[in-house]
């Protein structure tokens, strides 16, 4: 072993950190080396030195001074900790008093909706089209009526009926959207009130008139309401929507159609200056067309229109 | 550590302040006694008190009975006093023998500061002693400084410096034989005197 482990262990066996063995071992050394008894000596002397120096135990009232300080310190700590910290740390010192309240909030309010659902909902053999449904429309009250019995024997405690559901919807949409020309087009069909379906075919009027639309529907509707509204305000915006249309068989065929048979002597006159209108753009009226000029320029009971018929015939033989 | 001290770190643990007051009680003469041996500075060794047992108080929810609390806290305590003295460079730099008029920025002698009976007719010798001592542990680097306070001013035994700073007993060794080595470089005249 060399003297610089002998010198550390001297060290170790002054501070009293050495084992019984290792301390037999330095001093059976320490007999036999000057070197390193010398060196015991002086740390030895060192080590009185330090022990004759050392700090004495801090006094009391240095030891309350520093608590009282430190008790200040952590009030004013404590103190400073902003508004939102403290709910946080008070919200999460409380949170499972709080979670309950908390749960029974949100199942009553589960349960609400739940019973709202069950009490305001449709039945379920009351349906609304498809259609209605897709464009989101607003719901209203049914109305149950033209109950009709379909077995009216009850004496077995049953009975079968048929009912109308009128539900009243409330809609807003774009002209050119193909769903709303959907609904008016069955509109000027089957509404029965006129003044209604006056305002429908002013509509499709206005909307074929800045888009040319071609929807096969509304143009369907336009020419039954033309042919078959028994109401001659409707037929003629019909008549006026349908030559905004582009021009083609199925309108030559409606138009010859109310000349032919349209009671009204205005509806025959819009109607045989449509034809007018489509011969001067190059269109040809047909064989029907002639017929039908032939007829009203015979029997026509309005002077206009036969005039008018026997111009386009002479025009059309002309071609 | 006992059940009762137990007792008393749970109830610390769940806000109580009183029973923090208590642990704080019982340790803080020993953490006040190495932040004095260690700084050497009556306010330095009270602004290490302070923040030890504020992070102490801090982290508590967090002990978790793996050491011996006490052992914890002179974890803390250590980790304290390196850290403090690192940032308080100017302890690393003072020296007596620099001349300075401002008397009340140096460190007050280990001797006057805490044994307020000393006079000036106090033992030339001793006076210079103490001043070589302090001079000598204001070169040492902050653990050898530390090791030298917890073994020759507090008692501890190498053991427990080691658990307290979390080192291996070899590393403490050989910072107390590196601060022996300084300070008797220091001392060399008194002892030669001897």
Not at chain 1, 38 to 65: A, G
Not at chain 1, 229 to 249: C, F, G, Q, S, T
Not at chain 2, 52 to 58: A, G, I, P, S, T
Request: glycine share 4%; proline share 2%; hydrophobic share 35%.
């Amino acid at each position: 072993m060399v003297h610089q482990t002998y010198k550390e262990m001297i060290q170790l066996a002054l501070l009293d950190e050495l084992k019984d063995e290792e301390l037999n071992k330095l001093h059976q050394h320490l007999m036999e080396c000057n070197e390193c008894q010398s060196e015991y000596d002086k740390l030895k002397k060192y080590y009185e030195i330090i022990e004759q120096n050392k700090t004495d135990e801090i006094d009391e009232l240095f030891l309350l001074d520093a608590r009282m300080q430190f008790r200040l310190k952590l009030d004013y700590d404590l103190s400073k900790q902003t508004i939102v910290e403290k709910i946080f740390i008070s919200f999460r010192k409380n949170l499972w008093a709080y979670k309950k309240p908390a749960f029974g909030v949100a199942f009553s309010l589960i349960a609400g909706l739940f019973l709202g659902y069950l009490v305001f909902a449709p039945a379920g053999s009351v349906t609304i089209s498809s259609l209605t449904e897709n464009l989101g429309l607003t719901k209203g009250n049914s109305e149950i009526v033209n109950v009709q019995f379909v077995n009216s024997d009850s004496s077995n405690g049953e009975v079968e009926f048929a009912f109308d559901e009128i539900k009243r919807v409330k809609m807003k949409g774009k002209l050119n959207d193909p769903a709303i020309q959907k609904i008016l087009a069955n509109a000027l069909v089957n509404e029965k009130n006129p003044g209604t379906r006056i305002q429908t075919v002013n509509a499709l009027a206005n909307q074929t008139m800045e888009n040319n639309n071609t929807n096969p529907k509304v143009k369907a509707a336009l020419i039954t309401a033309l042919k078959f509204d028994n109401n001659p305000a409707v037929r003629l915006e019909a008549l006026k929507a349908i030559l905004y249309l582009p021009y083609d068989n199925e309108i030559n065929e409606s138009l010859l159609y109310a000349l032919e048979h349209d009671k009204n002597s205005g509806l025959r006159i819009a109607a045989i200056n449509g034809l007018a209108s489509a011969k001067l753009n190059g269109k040809s009226l047909g064989q029907e067309g002639m017929k039908v000029l032939n007829q009203k320029v015979k029997n026509d009971d309005n002077e206009y229109v036969r005039i008018r018929a026997a111009s386009l015939l002479k025009e059309e033989k002309i071609q | 550590m006992t059940q009762e001290e137990n007792n008393l770190v749970i109830a610390a643990q769940n806000g109580d302040r009183s029973a923090f007051e208590e642990l704080v009680y019982r340790y803080d003469k020993n953490v006040l006694g190495i932040a004095y041996s260690f700084m050497n500075n009556n306010e330095d060794a009270k602004d290490i008190y302070q923040e030890v047992f504020l992070r102490v108080f801090k982290a508590i929810k967090k002990f978790e009975f793996r050491s011996e609390f006490s052992t914890w806290l002179y974890r803390i305590t250590t980790n304290v006093c390196l850290t403090y003295r690192s940032q308080k460079k100017k302890y690393a730099y003072i020296s007596l023998d620099e001349d300075s008029e401002e008397e009340d920025n140096k460190p007050r002698s280990l001797a006057n500061t805490l044994t307020d009976d000393k006079t000036p007719d106090n033992d030339a010798l001793d006076s210079e002693i103490l001043t070589q001592i302090e001079n000598g542990l204001g070169k040492l680097s902050p653990q050898q400084r530390l090791v030298f306070t917890m073994k020759h001013y507090k008692g501890y035994k190498i053991k427990e410096i080691s658990t307290m700073m979390n080192c291996s007993e070899g590393t403490i060794k050989n910072y107390l034989f590196m601060a022996t080595h300084r300070m008797r470089n220091h001392l060399k005249d008194f002892i030669d005197k001897g």
